[in-house]
């Protein structure tokens, strides 16, 4: 699957991204993840249809503030976020979770 974006009301959802206009880099470091191939292996896991994640953004300037990453196999959602964006992550989590009762016929779990 292509990766889909979500609109979360005050927040937008995207793939993962490090390229020229977009490095989610910095932000996925502030959240612990130090890993320089996760981008490309997230991108690698839409292709296959092996996992969905999302960098949760701020509209006007597409600074990443959370991820929420879903696991079709094991039918379980994780997020995380950047210090003092609960709320983005928040609102994210319950957008990604119709996604994937709508689009990927999943409930997912913890």
Do not use: K
Not at 80 to 108: C, I, K, N, P, Y
């Amino acid at each position: 699957m292509e990766p889909v974006e979500i609109n979360a009301g005050a927040w937008y959802l995207r793939a993962l991204r490090d390229d020229e206009l977009i490095d989610d880099r910095p932000a996925l470091a502030s959240m612990g993840e130090s890993d320089p191939g996760y981008i490309a292996r997230c991108t690698a896991h839409w292709a296959a249809d092996t996992g969905y994640t999302w960098a949760v953004c701020e509209p006007t300037t597409g600074e990443m503030l959370a991820e929420v990453r879903v696991d079709p196999l094991a039918a379980t959602l994780t997020t995380r976020a950047r210090e003092g964006h609960d709320d983005a992550v928040a609102t994210a989590e319950q957008s990604v979770r119709r996604f994937a009762t709508a689009m990927l016929g999943l409930t997912v779990g913890d």
